[in-house]
């Protein structure tokens, strides 16, 4: 855990931010007295597995609709 003073957090925001979303706990004092602390937010370990809802999106029409010239050059169609 390190300890900066306001002036210095404000100056220094964005590597103090990284610093945090990598593990560290950073305590922001004014006066010398902690008044924050800047932690990283933890991710979820485990992803969504794709294709979950397979066979339950039904589309009542078919999709006719053909798309604009310059998206079907883009896409090589």
Request: aromatic letters at 4%; glycine letters at 10%; a positive charge.
């Amino acid at each position: 855990m390190r300890a900066v003073n306001i002036h210095e957090a404000k100056t220094h925001f964005s590597r103090l931010v990284a610093r945090a979303s990598e593990g560290e706990e950073i305590v922001i004092a004014k006066a010398g007295r902690p008044v924050a602390k800047l932690v990283g937010i933890q991710q979820k370990g485990r992803q969504r597995p794709l294709g979950t809802a397979r066979g339950q999106i039904i589309y009542r029409r078919p999709l006719k609709a053909t798309l604009p010239k310059h998206l079907r050059k883009a896409f090589g169609a």
